[in-house]
């Protein structure tokens, strides 16, 4: 196997090339060979400088996450070469190009200057993981650019421009050319002015924050959860206050810290999840996915133009077609007016606003929709209606066109079939508010064509989505979970608990947002149609206390948020304590014979929201519906506020033990009764329980 790292002598100047795709990530391997190449430059004394280059497509862009969960991981032997690398009598150049973030910009750092290709990015994100930069960048970035600038770029993780970079002192130079050729010319100048080696780790101890340290300690305290933010600045305050050599300790031990914590743990899970939830089984590598250069969308409503502008804001021209022009005119002015209100935050300028509004065509007659190459019904969720529009699509289209639903809660391949191509048609489930929340949910039919397939989970990430594939089933991954979820809220409500305490459980896991004030903002009316129409086509349990809460308040129009009463009162979008409310569900619970209780507990309010929340996420691996579960972490934290500090519901199903979750379901089961099956484990969990085997490593064999 080729060595990831080589050395070149080319004139006077030696040339380390790192080569380790797809990023250049620094690995055991890695190392060792930087090492080796490394001493060769020192051996060769004859050289005057070293230029430090990558190949492919960015220079490195961190450490290996997947090292951190190996027993050999330690960053010792990188830092200690970094340092020899700085201590180096003889210029050493940093040439960086694409994303240089983590280890790739601490290697850099430890350079004596770096010179960049116009488009770099560079950052130390570590704290998207869990982690904070622990090759010695919380001591070499403050004495470059100062505590308080330091602290910004650690704390949020972004990653910077070369220009911001240049203005910082991050990087000393933008290059014309190719970063390789300017890195050598670079070093030929610093050998021929006998330029002093700048050190960055010698620089002037750095300036710390304006105010200290106290405020950066209480903002990054507010979220114990993520427990890097605050080590990180204790690291800086080390860099200001204590020697490189002190501070070096410090961050050693709390980067060690943190590469133990479940946070972190949690978060790697997610980077891998995410990444391996776009692979599809079994997709051999010569399906190609097609071009999508033109797409149209059916319904010009909120979805409808929410889904418009992830297209347009990606480039691609866009039809957005309605019925009536007031309909079409009034979707194409709320695109207008999500775009002005972008501008006004200044993340727009107002002529990107007129190049995005020039790509989108409004249009009425369904010919116009006849060159797109992927087409989107997003009208009113109504099967007849979609059936409708999708043959209508289907009448039109090109042949080789994609054409994709919207839908969230119907049957994708009634949906194919209408269209009269069922091989081009899939679903793509997209989360309101449609351009902006990232999860994407690819529904593929039982027709669904392998190369439709993969056309649309490569353009979902060139949109900026993070793509799950789902198979057919009443409300994909996400929204089947969420109905053990809802069913459980109405039989605790039923019960006595106030949503206050229920949300207050929920959001102390960490969800964005408890389910009754979700419920309140997505609308009442929203879900309870659902339920209705699922109660007339006989798909819910035969249990009438089932979702009556929502049927009840959909009675009563009290929708939530929109019509300032739901599980709660509004004061505007604040949600107040309804008397009201709690009334209409001990009434409730009375009239389904739900048993009164006050001794409910955040536990147990945990415990019967998301026990059975995961037990059907097993199902839903257990039928295929799901690839993984990473899958369904994905499609957890990505759409619906599952706390990314927990890894997803089945990642914390892991952690928690699935012995435990079935003992717990059946405790529930012995004291709630199962007449409705609600809390039956299913038979993967008690394969699973009954194993061992690990659900992380658990596939699907049939
Ligand atoms: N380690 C391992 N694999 C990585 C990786 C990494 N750091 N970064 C990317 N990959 C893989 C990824 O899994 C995918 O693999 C492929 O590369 C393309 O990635 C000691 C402790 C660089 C901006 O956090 O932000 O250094 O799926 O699909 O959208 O202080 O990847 O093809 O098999 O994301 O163009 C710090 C994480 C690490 C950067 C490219 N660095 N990566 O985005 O492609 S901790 C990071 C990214 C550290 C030190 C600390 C992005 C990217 P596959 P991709 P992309």
Same mark, same amino acid.
């Given at each position: 196997m080729n060595s990831p790292v080589t050395f070149v002598q080319e004139g006077s100047i030696g040339l380390i090339r790192i080569d380790n795709r797809p990023v250049n990530a620094v690995s055991p391997r890695v190392v060792a060979a930087l090492e080796a190449s490394f001493a060769e430059f020192e051996e060769r004394g004859s050289l005057d400088a070293l230029v430090i280059y990558c190949a492919g497509r960015t220079f490195v862009a961190g450490a290996d996450i997947a090292w951190f969960d190996s027993s050999d991981f330690n960053p010792q032997a990188y830092n200690r070469l970094l340092a020899r690398i700085e201590a180096s009598e003889r210029p050493v150049v940093a040439a960086l190009h694409g994303t240089v973030?983590?280890?790739?910009?601490?290697?850099?750092?430890?350079?004596?200057?770096?010179?960049?290709?116009?488009?770099?990015?560079?950052?130390?994100?570590?704290?998207?993981?869990?982690?904070?930069?622990?090759?010695?960048?919380?001591?070499?970035?403050?004495?470059?650019?100062?505590?308080?600038?330091?602290?910004?770029?650690?704390?949020?993780?972004?990653?910077?421009?070369?220009?911001?970079?240049?203005?910082?002192?991050?990087?000393?130079?933008?290059?014309?050319?190719?970063?390789?050729?300017?890195?050598?010319?670079?070093?030929?100048?610093?050998?021929?002015?006998?330029?002093?080696?700048?050190?960055?780790?010698?620089?002037?101890?750095?300036?710390?924050?304006?105010?200290?340290?106290?405020?950066?300690?209480?903002?990054?305290?507010?979220?114990?959860?993520?427990?890097?933010?605050?080590?990180?600045?204790?690291?800086?305050?080390?860099?200001?206050?204590?020697?490189?050599?002190?501070?070096?300790?410090?961050?050693?031990?709390?980067?060690?810290?943190? =590469?133990?914590?479940?946070?972190?743990?949690?978060?790697?899970?997610?980077?891998?999840?995410?990444?391996?939830?776009?692979?599809?089984?079994?997709?051999?590598?010569?399906?190609?996915?097609?071009?999508?250069?033109?797409?149209?969308?059916?319904?010009?409503?909120?979805?409808?133009?929410?889904?418009?502008?992830?297209?347009?804001?990606?480039?691609?021209?866009?039809?957005?077609?309605?019925?009536?022009?007031?309909?079409?005119?009034?979707?194409?002015?709320?695109?207008?007016?999500?775009?002005?209100?972008?501008?006004?935050?200044?993340?727009?300028?107002?002529?990107?606003?007129?190049?995005?509004?020039?790509?989108?065509?409004?249009?009425?007659?369904?010919?116009?929709?006849?060159?797109?190459? =992927?087409?989107?019904?997003?009208?009113?969720?109504?099967?007849?209606?979609?059936?409708?529009?999708?043959?209508?699509?289907?009448?039109?289209?090109?042949?080789?066109?994609?054409?994709?639903?919207?839908?969230?809660? =119907?049957?994708?391949?009634?949906?194919?079939?209408?269209?009269?191509?069922?091989?081009?048609?899939?679903?793509?489930?997209?989360?309101?508010?449609?351009?902006?929340?990232?999860?994407?949910?690819?529904?593929?039919?039982?027709?669904?064509?392998?190369?439709?397939?993969?056309?649309?989970?490569?353009?979902?990430?060139?949109?900026?989505?993070?793509?799950?594939?789902?198979?057919?089933?009443?409300?994909?991954?996400?929204?089947?979970?969420?109905?053990?979820?809802?069913?459980?809220?109405?039989?605790?409500?039923?019960?006595?608990?106030?949503?206050?305490?229920?949300?207050?459980?929920?959001e102390a896991l960490g969800m964005a947002m408890g389910p009754c004030r979700m419920i309140d903002m997505a609308g009442v009316d929203v879900g309870a149609k659902v339920v209705i129409e699922r109660g007339k086509a006989g798909e819910l349990p035969a249990d009438p206390a089932y979702r009556a809460v929502v049927r009840k308040l959909f009675e009563l129009g009290r929708y939530g948020q929109k019509t300032g009463a739901g599980h709660y009162r509004y004061d505007g979008r604040t949600p107040v304590h309804d008397p009201e409310f709690s009334a209409l569900a001990r009434a409730l619970g009375d009239m389904h014979g739900v048993a009164r209780r006050t001794d409910i507990s955040g536990e147990e309010i945990v415990e019967r929201l998301f026990y059975p929340l995961i037990n059907e996420g097993l199902r839903i691996l257990d039928e295929g519906i799901a690839y993984r579960p990473g899958d369904i972490d994905v499609v957890w934290t990505a759409g619906y506020g599952f706390p990314d500090h927990c890894g997803g519901p089945m990642f914390m199903a892991e952690q928690t033990g699935l012995t435990k979750i079935a003992q717990r379901l059946r405790h529930y089961a012995r004291v709630r009764g199962d007449a409705f099956g609600y809390w039956t484990p299913s038979s993967l969990l008690t394969r699973l329980a009954e194993t061992g085997e690990p659900l992380s490593k658990w596939t699907r064999t049939a």
């Open positions: 973030l983590g280890a790739g910009l601490e290697l850099a750092l430890a350079c004596h200057w770096r010179v960049a290709e116009p488009g770099t990015k560079l950052g130390l994100p570590e704290v998207k993981l869990g982690l904070l930069p622990g090759s010695l960048g919380t001591q070499r970035l403050p004495r470059l650019l100062g505590a308080g600038a330091a602290l910004g770029m650690m704390l949020s993780g972004a990653m910077a421009g070369v220009q911001q970079a240049l203005q910082d002192g991050l990087i000393d130079e933008v290059c014309e050319g190719e970063a390789r050729a300017a890195g050598k010319a670079s070093a030929q100048r610093l050998v021929a002015t006998r330029a002093a080696l700048r050190r960055t780790s010698a620089l002037a101890a750095p300036v710390p924050p304006d105010g200290g340290f106290a405020q950066y300690v209480t903002d990054a305290a507010r979220k114990p959860q993520y427990p890097a933010r605050v080590a990180i600045v204790r690291c800086v305050e080390a860099a200001v206050e204590r020697s490189f050599m002190d501070g070096e300790q410090v961050e050693a031990r709390e980067f060690a810290t943190l =590469l133990g914590s479940a946070t972190s743990k949690s978060l790697r899970h997610l980077f891998f999840s995410e990444r391996e939830a776009a692979r599809i089984p079994g997709l051999s590598d010569s399906t190609a996915p097609q071009a999508v250069r033109r797409v149209g969308i059916v319904g010009a409503g909120t979805m409808g133009g929410g889904i418009a502008m992830n297209f347009v804001n990606a480039n691609i021209p866009t039809v957005l077609l309605d019925t009536t022009e007031a309909a079409l005119q009034r979707g194409l002015d709320l695109i207008r007016k999500n775009y002005m209100a972008s501008a006004a935050k200044g993340k727009l300028t107002a002529e990107q606003v007129e190049q995005r509004m020039g790509l989108l065509t409004g249009a009425l007659e369904y010919t116009a929709l006849a060159d797109c190459d =992927l087409i989107i019904e997003a009208v009113f969720e109504d099967l007849e209606l979609k059936k409708q529009v999708c043959a209508r699509i289907g009448g039109v289209a090109k042949s080789g066109a994609i054409i994709a639903t919207n839908t969230s809660t =119907l049957d994708v391949n009634v949906l194919a079939r209408a269209a009269g191509r069922p091989e081009r048609v899939l679903g793509m489930h997209f989360f309101s508010p449609a351009n902006v929340m990232r999860l994407l949910e690819v529904v593929r039919g039982d027709d669904t064509a392998p190369e439709v397939l993969a056309t649309v989970m490569k353009l979902a990430k060139a949109i900026g989505k993070t793509p799950v594939v789902s198979g057919v089933c009443f409300g994909f991954i996400g929204n089947r979970m969420l109905e053990p979820y809802l069913r459980e809220m109405e039989f605790l409500l039923m019960e006595g608990a106030e949503p206050k305490q229920i949300d207050a459980a929920a």
